[in-house]
């Protein structure tokens, strides 16, 4: 699973990655933009923020987490589609925060997903209005 090659928790992080297999069957993966080095356990690193999804709700395309941007996509542990209060607990998890004290004017919301679907992402932390978010505050793992 790509998300445990990139050092990732299964049931919270979202990544850009995707595993592409090449003729041969040999497999790589693509993030979307030029890289060097290995992938190995870069979540869990100091460029953990240019390997995760996020969304800029100024062009209304997703973007790596290492730009500006409006809300980060998390998953919320399986496939089904997110409850509020799924979505609650994995912002909470993920900011290492008790669900109580995320912040007031932090919108967290599932997203209209299909139950089964492959793609992880279930849930969108973001400000309702306001300033973008910059990245440089995600945590590596």
């Not at 998953?75 to 409850?83: C, P, S, V």
Request: aromatic content about 4%; charged content about 20%; glycine content about 10%.
């Amino acid at each position: 699973m790509v998300i445990d090659y990139v050092g990732g928790r299964a049931a919270l992080d979202v990544t850009i990655a995707k595993a592409l297999k090449q003729p041969g069957g040999r497999c790589w993966l693509a993030a979307g933009r030029d890289v060097a080095g290995t992938a190995k356990d870069v979540l869990q690193g100091p460029d953990s923020a240019n390997w995760r999804r996020c969304y800029d709700r100024r062009t209304g395309t997703n973007v790596s987490c290492g730009v500006l941007h409006s809300g980060e996509y998390l998953a919320a542990g399986n496939l089904l589609r997110a409850t509020d209060v799924e979505c609650q607990v994995a912002a909470a998890t993920y900011l290492d925060q008790n669900p109580g004290n995320l912040l007031e004017d932090l919108e967290v919301r599932p997203l209209p997903v299909e139950s089964g679907n492959p793609d992880t992402a279930r849930c969108i932390p973001r400000l309702p209005t306001g300033p973008d978010l910059l990245a440089v505050g995600t945590q590596s793992r």
